[in-house]
C-alpha cells in the first residue's frame, strides 16, 4: 500500500526542497524559497510527505496556519450554530501539492488526510471550529468537495468543512 512507504514530517533542514516539482510555480517557489522563513516566523507550519527509502525527498506538502472567518461568511446553516463573535477561530490548509512523479499513487489524499487529523487534534487544545482551504481551481474544488468541504457563499474557491465534520469521519 503506498501510505506504508511514506511518512509525514515537519519540514526541516535535512529535506530537500530544491528538487520538488508539482508543475505549479507558485508551489515550486513556496516551497524553495519560502515555507522555512514561514515556519521560522511562526506564519505557517510546512509538513512534508517523504519517501521512507529516501527520507530527504518531498513527494508532497502542505502548510497549516492559524485563520479566522467572518461569521457572516459562513453558511447560515453553520453560523448559527456557533457564538454571535464577528470572527471565527478556523485552520487554514494554505497549500497542498504532490510532486510530479508521485501523482496517481493516492498522496493528496494521504496528505489531506494527515492534515484534517492534526488539525482536528490541535483544535482540542487551541479553539478551531472548521478547517478553511483556498482551492487553486474548479478542479481542486472538486477534489476538496469529495471529503467533505463546502464551498463558502458567495467565494469560488474558498470552502470550508466543520472540526465537528472532522471528527466524525
Do not use: W
Amino acid at each position: 500500500m503506498a501510505e506504508a512507504n511514506f511518512s509525514v514530517e515537519i519540514l526541516s533542514a535535512s529535506h530537500d526542497r530544491t528538487a520538488f516539482d508539482c508543475g505549479v510555480t507558485a508551489l515550486n517557489s513556496y516551497l524553495q524559497q519560502y515555507a522555512r522563513q514561514d515556519m521560522e516566523r511562526g506564519i505557517a507550519t510546512p509538513y512534508v510527505l517523504v519517501p521512507s527509502i529516501h527520507k530527504t525527498e518531498i513527494a508532497g506538502f502542505y502548510t497549516l496556519t492559524a485563520t479566522a472567518v467572518k461569521l457572516t461568511d459562513l453558511p447560515e446553516s453553520t453560523a448559527r450554530k456557533l457564538p454571535r463573535y464577528p470572527l471565527v477561530p478556523a485552520t487554514l490548509l494554505g497549500r497542498l501539492a504532490v510532486g510530479l512523479t508521485y501523482r496517481g499513487k493516492g498522496l493528496g489524499e494521504r496528505l489531506l488526510v494527515d492534515a484534517l487529523k492534526r488539525s482536528l487534534e490541535a483544535s482540542r487544545v487551541v479553539g478551531s471550529a472548521a478547517m478553511i482551504v483556498d482551492a487553486k481551481d474548479p478542479s481542486g474544488v472538486r477534489f476538496y468537495e469529495r471529503y467533505g468541504f463546502t464551498l463558502l457563499p458567495e467565494q469560488d474557491l474558498r470552502l470550508f468543512i466543520a472540526m465537528k465534520t472532522i471528527a466524525m469521519l
